[in-house]
């Protein structure tokens, strides 16, 4: 089972960035997916999540409006787009995959190492 975060870098406050999340050695379409992100000095905490048809989509309060998450199952592939982007979103990014779309990073039972973003002021 591998899940390969890729899509961050370096943007300007209000800027854009897409963060894929491409799967391996599993049933893709069986699983919802969810994205978590780390700050420096912070615990990790629920960003988005997906369900295995894409019908079902949550947010955390802090990033509706301004990110969206999609899944494309032909590509195994999930999809972060994070437009308006703030300093404070600066974190490093983890896709996991789990049985429902949840918000409990207990409930994720593959992950991915993280892919880094970083907003300048």
């Known amino acids: 089972v591998q899940l390969q975060a890729s899509g961050g870098g370096l943007v300007q406050a209000g800027g854009s960035l897409r963060l894929s999340c491409a799967a391996s050695?599993?049933?893709?379409?069986?699983?919802?997916i969810a994205w978590f992100r780390q700050a420096p000095g912070k615990e990790r905490e629920f960003v988005a999540a997906i369900s295995w048809s894409g019908e079902t989509t949550k947010h955390a309060d802090s990033v509706k409006g301004r990110f969206s998450i999609s899944r494309d199952n032909a590509k195994n592939t999930v999809y972060l787009q994070m437009n308006s982007l703030k300093p404070e979103d600066k974190a490093v990014y983890y896709c996991?995959?789990?049985?429902?779309?949840?918000?409990?990073?207990?409930?994720?039972?593959?992950w991915g190492q993280g892919t880094l973003v970083t907003v300048s002021s």
């Open positions: 996991a995959a789990g049985d429902y779309p949840a918000v409990a990073q207990g409930e994720y039972n593959y």
């Open positions: 050695g599993f049933t893709f379409d069986d699983y919802a």
